[in-house]
């Protein structure tokens, strides 16, 4: 299947701090990236959809100047969390999605999990 | 109601039992069905793809859909403990506005015990 990475894959800061989450497609080029947030034990939550080259479309309820979306290039998408508070703690995880894959549906990161303290 | 309903578990099982996972919907504009399996603290790996109604076969993995019922299941032979983890099943429809957006059940999780 198709390669997707992020970084850092934890991460602890101190409250009022941003955290930048990157997320690339290693093997692919992907037209289309999803930034999910799951909280322990509960199903993925889509925050937003980022198409390359343009802004990102955010979910309802979703502060859009609170989570910052860049999808600047085919491989890379960051995920930037501003004036970071505690319950912006959980597990982000992004994927992609690209016209060329055989099987075209997404293909998730191994998940980012934010600690604000 | 919620579009996707999935049964949350937990599901324990004895190894070499067969597993059966199941979701319905009520959205009759999906046309692709997903199962992805997540381990703790990982990101969802996809199983199985199918399209529209139908069986797919892959290994120890069967993915079934009825389109027609609104349902679709996931069937795992001669289980493992390393099959231990959370199911997701997923659905998106074909195009539109909506285009590759997934809508998730909750997620089943499954113990396959020695």
């Known amino acids: 299947g198709a390669v997707v990475s992020q970084h850092p894959s934890r991460v602890i800061c101190k409250s009022g701090t941003s955290v930048k989450i990157e997320c690339r497609s290693l093997?692919?080029?992907?037209?289309?990236m999803f930034w999910y947030r799951q909280f322990p034990k509960k199903s993925l939550m889509l925050m937003a959809t980022?198409?390359?080259?343009?802004?990102?479309?955010?979910e309802q309820g979703v502060e859009k100047d609170k989570f910052l979306i860049n999808h600047a290039s085919l491989t890379l998408s960051t995920l930037t969390v501003t004036s970071a508070h505690p319950e912006d703690s959980s597990f982000y995880i992004c994927s992609a999605t690209g016209l060329r894959r055989t099987t075209d549906t997404q293909y998730f990161g191994p998940g980012t999990r934010l600690t604000v303290l | 109601q919620k579009e996707v309903e999935q049964d949350p578990g937990p599901l324990s099982v004895p190894e070499g039992a067969i597993v059966s996972l199941n979701c319905t919907y009520s959205n009759s504009a999906f046309q692709y069905f997903m199962w992805y399996r997540q381990y703790s603290r990982k990101g969802p790996e996809l199983l199985m793809y199918?399209?529209?109604?139908g069986n797919k076969e892959d290994g120890r993995f069967t993915a079934q859909v009825d389109k027609s019922s609104k349902y679709i299941s996931l069937f795992i032979r001669d289980s493992q403990p390393s099959d231990s983890a959370t199911y997701l099943c997923?659905?998106?429809?074909?195009?539109?506005?909506?285009?590759?957006?997934?809508?998730f059940g909750q997620g089943t999780i499954l113990t396959v015990h020695p």
């Open positions: 980022s198409n390359e080259g343009s802004k990102a479309t955010y």
């Open positions: 093997d692919f080029q992907a037209t289309t």
């Open positions: 997923a659905m998106r429809e074909a195009g539109g506005t909506s285009y590759g957006k997934l809508t």
């Open positions: 199918t399209y529209s109604s």
